[in-house]
């Protein structure tokens, strides 16, 4: 692995495309998954991963791991997805991921920068492993459990502001998106940072205009520029990019916040990357294809 600043756009560009390639591939052979939002978040999680977080070599196995049971007296439970960021030194940052149906994206961008090994992927929703379709917090790159919406961006706060209290010099990212942030615990979340002055706290937003029931404009009209003014408006800095442009990615953790938590809102398409998705729309949440679109799927796959 080259150092983080030595990655190119153009390297950067490729790794997400190889992301989505690894996910369609997943979908394909599973029968449906979660490829939408691997479109709408593979420039992101590639740009974090090769460019913009500050962590150590990968503690976390490079295989699937058998799952050992819930944690008890004589079970200190599996190992924690949160190793494959490395060690949690003072310096270094931390990564929380709010939606665990993004998965299989953060699988297949864990194979891509080296942390975990291809064949893992062989082992995604098969029973006893920790290769979990919706992630849980024993899954490759998921420090926290992810299940419940919204609760992800409080524990990152929360964990921002103890590293503040200690002194440490690390900071928190988080990965959040639209449809959960119809919650409001994201707001009572985002007004605690801010009035703790949780300059530490980083999140990235992925609006990709979907969610389980549809499209977001069809169930509370939430959109991009929303969101931007009303981070904004509860006393966050805030910048809207486009989620798919690595150099906007890039710069916007440059942005001055001095005592205010960054929102860093993207603009994204669950087709990115593979147009015949459009086919599908509005229902991008959970994609499978008919036997009369395989053929062609597969000749795209064959080209990417």
């Not at 939002?37 to 150590?56: D, P």
């Not at 891509?112 to 917090?137: S, T």
């Not at 015949?276 to 796959?301: C, Q, S, V």
């Amino acid at each position: 692995m080259k150092d983080k600043h030595q990655y190119t756009n153009e390297e950067i560009s490729r790794a997400a495309m190889n992301v989505r390639k690894r996910v369609l591939r997943i979908v394909l052979d599973g029968g449906g998954g979660y490829l939408g939002q691997t479109c709408s978040s593979a420039e992101i999680f590639m740009t974090l991963y090769l460019r913009l977080l500050n962590i150590g070599d990968s503690l976390g196995s490079p295989d699937a791991i058998i799952f050992p049971g819930a944690p008890g007296r004589n079970n200190k439970g599996p190992a924690k997805g949160g190793l494959y960021y490395g060690p949690c030194n003072s310096e270094y940052d931390r990564f929380f991921i709010s939606t665990p149906q993004y998965a299989t994206a953060v699988y297949s961008a864990l194979v891509e920068c080296g942390r975990l090994g291809a064949d893992a992927l062989k082992f995604i929703n098969v029973d006893g492993y920790n290769m979990e379709l919706i992630a849980a917090d024993h899954s490759p790159g998921f420090d926290n459990m992810a299940g419940s919406l919204s609760q992800t961006i409080s524990l990152a706060a929360g964990t921002a502001h103890a590293r503040k209290m200690k002194g440490e010099t690390g900071r928190v990212f988080v990965f959040i998106t639209d449809g959960e942030s119809q919650e409001g615990q994201t707001w009572e979340a985002i007004q605690t940072a801010v009035y703790k002055k949780l300059d530490n706290l980083i999140a990235f937003m992925d609006v990709n205009g979907q969610q389980c029931e549809g499209a977001t404009k069809d169930i509370l009209n939430l959109d991009a520029q929303m969101f931007l003014n009303r981070f904004k408006a509860f006393g966050a800095e805030a910048v809207l990019i486009d989620g798919h442009d690595i150099d906007a990615l890039t710069n916007a953790v440059s942005t001055p916040h001095s005592d205010k938590p960054l929102v860093i809102v993207c603009k994204t398409d669950c087709t990115t990357g593979i147009p015949m998705l459009e086919k599908k729309r509005p229902n991008l949440h959970f994609i499978a294809f008919g036997k009369d679109e395989l053929a062609e799927i597969e000749a795209f796959y064959a080209k990417m």
